[in-house]
């Protein structure tokens, strides 16, 4: 094993181009970085293999080590010089990995290092908020808003990221991206979020959806409404149907204004007011959310 070590290390060296590393094959930097073995891999880079290897694809060990959610192994490459916005062929930096995998601590990791919330997009990859919500993990959501993950970042496959977390059918995280200010009737190819909800028969979706404004009368490039992609007699069927013959009321019409103005400051200038707190709970629909 120490022979082979020594072996990889030295083809790593002979490759190695200026700051971003060599085009070798996968190593066994890579694989320690991989599968977590965190003191083979500080031995290693004591030994001086090159933090910021890359295989033929510009897969670096610390793209390996985020995307199977290696805090630990992060840290020592990050320490080690390792670079936080590497982009691989594709395009996904290390913390577009960390949210696919639904990693908090890769991602506070990241981010600490100084890792970019906004990465530009490409037409091969989507921004790490897109990733957390089709992972799914709530908490990751959170981090890439309050981090200045832009909401309606717009990949060329799924629109922003509320339509590819409807798609999905991450409803926690469809809560998080409305309450932090994402437009509910954003447009993708002619369809909203509430088109993808009622194709999923996603009743809970829907009723959040629509609580923040959505329009249940929207039409895509077909011409059909969310309506028309329900099954008949099923529960997305009947919740659709009665939205469209029973609009909602006053009070809730207010909010969705209200929160409309303030878009993605809401939280932020509600915070500020000298209001009671049922007023308060109600404008962040705490109240059914």
């Known amino acids: 094993l120490a022979i082979r070590i020594i072996m990889e290390v030295t083809a790593a060296r002979r490759s190695f181009l200026c700051d971003i590393g060599s085009w070798a094959d996968r190593t066994v930097l890579h ?88 990465p530009s ?57 409305l309450k932090a200010g994402a437009n509910v009737n954003s447009v993708n190819f002619h369809e909203t979020a509430l088109h993808h909800a009622a194709r999923s028969h996603m009743v809970d979706m829907i009723e959040l959806l629509v609580e923040f404004g959505a329009n249940v009368y929207a039409s895509d490039n077909l011409g059909k409404k969310p309506f028309d992609y329900t099954m008949p007699a099923s529960p997305s069927y009947a919740c659709l149907q009665f939205y469209e013959s029973n609009p909602l009321n006053l009070q809730q019409l207010c909010r969705i204004v209200l929160r409309r103005m303030l878009s993605t400051n ?24």
């Open 31 to 118: 694989e320690a970085a991989s599968q977590g073995r965190a003191l083979q891999l500080k031995q290693l880079i004591e030994s001086g293999a090159s933090v910021n290897t890359v295989t033929t694809d510009n897969i670096t060990p610390l793209h390996e080590a985020c995307i199977q959610a290696r805090p630990n192994c992060a840290r020592l490459l990050l320490e080690a010089g390792a670079q936080v916005d590497i982009r691989t062929i594709h395009g996904s930096t290390p913390l577009c990995n960390a949210c696919a995998a639904g990693s908090l601590e890769c991602a506070l990791l990241l981010l600490e290092y100084g890792a970019s919330v906004n």
């Open 121 to 177: 997009l490409t037409a091969l990859t989507a921004s790490p908020l897109h990733e957390a919500c089709i992972q799914g993990n709530a908490e990751v959501v959170k981090l890439m808003i309050t981090s200045g993950a832009k909401l309606e970042a717009f990949d060329v496959h799924f629109g922003p990221p509320l339509h590819i977390a409807c798609v999905k059918g991450q409803v926690e995280c469809v809560k998080v991206l």
């Open 266 to 289: 809401a939280s932020e200038v509600m915070d500020q007011l000298n209001i009671s707190r049922r007023i308060y709970d109600y404008l962040q629909f705490s109240d059914n959310c």
